[in-house]
């Protein structure tokens, strides 16, 4: 799995915990949605940093960075590089 | 895992045993009657250098790992009986984390080291009347103007207030981001217009603590007092809040091993029925549960620290450390009391002091029914 699909099965797993009938589209919007808060977005943090052996500092701890899988596949691979 | 802690820090701990039991313990009892923030024994604190431990050098700090940090807070909660006085010095090393974290190069070298030495006293305000537990429900706002910021709302029960120099304020930037996204963090300094403090609030426990309000109207904040970046806040606070569910439960965890040592050794000297009383059955349970749990508490408090210590996320391990520990203590110190029936409801005897302190922390930084929110969350709820 790429970075993107990675991020996308955790949080279709862990985060939704439910199948859904179409995949999350890497621009589908999870904060306007919902689908990650303030609380969430720790849990995330906490698997990307381990997955991906990566630590997040905290100028980059903004919502718009965990606004889809599209702006936190950037994110990681940003730190990867 | 090897918790077992260095001889530097076996040396920190044992200094500052000593520390509190000779500068912090003695008057206690005259302090807690009167409620009174114990500004004497700040500088004293301040002079052990127990505000600057974690903080970098080059910022004013000694430059310890949080481990160690952690370690020796733990150390004091255990010797230090000014319950109050030990949170007021937590909130203050919680207030520089945030700085040091999320703040820019001028910010943490202007604060950090007023902070670390103890000359400004901070509080971080993010509880309203109308929002506790839903903290982002708040409706304090800070509207943009020309140059910075204008706060207008009230905080309230927020600890070190009527005594800071410096408050961290969480306020609304943009209501339509809803919490996550919305929120943001500033600097205000006291004597700032529009600002003011109200008197402390009275308390059932920790009453050397100062908690009360803080007004807002029309406070001008200039950009430089933006923490972090706009809409950060919700962030960090999550973030802050993972290294105070570390180092206030090392406070409690402290003081759960010493109301434990003593009800050792008052089962021990109390006879009652031609024994002591530890050999009865319902003396000495009460205590092995203290025993369980304290050992517990350790491996749940130094799990948290350890993963802290290499700036890991702890969301789960810092939420059952605080839960766990804050209950413990509540627990050991209702069985403290009714060990030593009667005299156990005297405040000569300390406990029913250590009862009430208990009680509130199992409500602070997030009570308990939070952290169980929490834990559900994280399991898959």
Redesign the interface.
Do not use: C, D, T
């Given at each position: 799995m790429n970075t993107r699909e990675i991020i996308r099965d955790f949080i279709t797993t862990e985060m939704l915990h439910q199948p859904l009938e179409t995949p999350l589209r890497d621009d589908a919007p999870l904060v306007e949605s919902g689908i990650i808060d303030s609380m969430g977005v720790m849990t995330l943090l906490s698997f990307l940093e381990n997955t991906f052996s990566i630590q997040v500092s905290g100028e980059d701890l903004m919502p718009e960075n965990f606004s889809s899988i599209e702006t936190i596949a950037t994110l990681v691979e940003r730190y990867i590089r | 895992m090897d918790f077992s802690f260095t001889p530097e820090q076996t040396a920190m701990r044992k200094t500052i045993v000593e520390f509190a039991r000779r500068e912090l313990n003695p008057g206690l009892e005259e302090r807690y009657r009167l409620g009174v923030f114990p500004h004497d024994l700040w500088e004293k604190c301040a002079q052990m250098r127990l505000l600057a431990l974690p903080f970098p050098e080059e910022y004013g700090g000694d430059g310890f790992d949080f481990l160690t940090t952690v370690a020796v807070y733990h150390a004091l909660g255990y010797a230090c009986k000014d319950s109050g006085l030990v949170h007021a010095l937590t909130t203050q090393i919680i207030c520089g984390i945030q700085i040091w974290?999320?703040g820019n190069e001028a910010q943490k070298a202007t604060f950090l080291p007023e902070l670390a030495s103890g000359e400004a006293i901070y509080a971080q305000a993010i509880t309203e009347p109308g929002s506790g537990s839903d903290a982002?429900a708040m409706r304090t706002t800070a509207t943009h103007q020309e140059g910075g910021y204008v706060l207008n709302g009230s905080k309230t029960m927020i600890t070190n207030a009527p005594v800071a120099n410096r408050v961290l304020v969480f306020a609304v930037t943009d209501a339509a981001?809803k919490?996550?996204?919305g929120i943001s963090c500033f600097l205000v300094q006291a004597g700032s217009a529009g600002f003011s403090a109200g008197k402390p609030m009275e308390k059932m426990g920790l009453r050397t603590l100062a908690n009360g309000e803080l007004f807002f109207e029309a406070c001008f904040i200039p950009n430089s007092g933006l923490i972090?970046?706009e809409?950060?806040g919700?962030?960090?606070?999550?973030?802050a809040m993972?290294w105070e569910r570390t180092l206030i439960p090392a406070c409690l965890l402290g003081e759960l091993e010493r109301i434990l040592e003593e009800a050792v050794k008052y089962a021990r000297e109390r006879h009652a029925f031609g024994q002591p009383i530890g050999e009865f059955q319902a003396v000495s349970h009460k205590i092995a549960r203290m025993k369980l749990n304290a050992e517990l508490g350790a491996l749940c408090l130094y799990s948290a620290a350890a993963l802290k210590n290499r700036?890991?996320?702890?969301?789960l391990e810092t939420s059952v450390a605080k839960l766990f520990i804050s209950e413990s203590l509540k627990q050991a110190a209702l069985d403290a009391v009714q060990l030593r029936g009667g005299y156990g409801y005297m405040t000569e005897y300390e406990v029913e002091r250590e009862l009430r302190d208990s009680i509130a922390a199992t409500l602070y930084s997030g009570t308990s029914e939070m952290q169980l929110n929490?834990l559900a969350?994280?399991a898959?709820l």
């Open positions: - | 974290l999320f982002f981001k919490s996550f996204g972090g970046r809409g950060q919700a962030m960090m606070f999550s973030e993972e700036r890991k996320r702890a969301a929490i969350k994280l898959g």
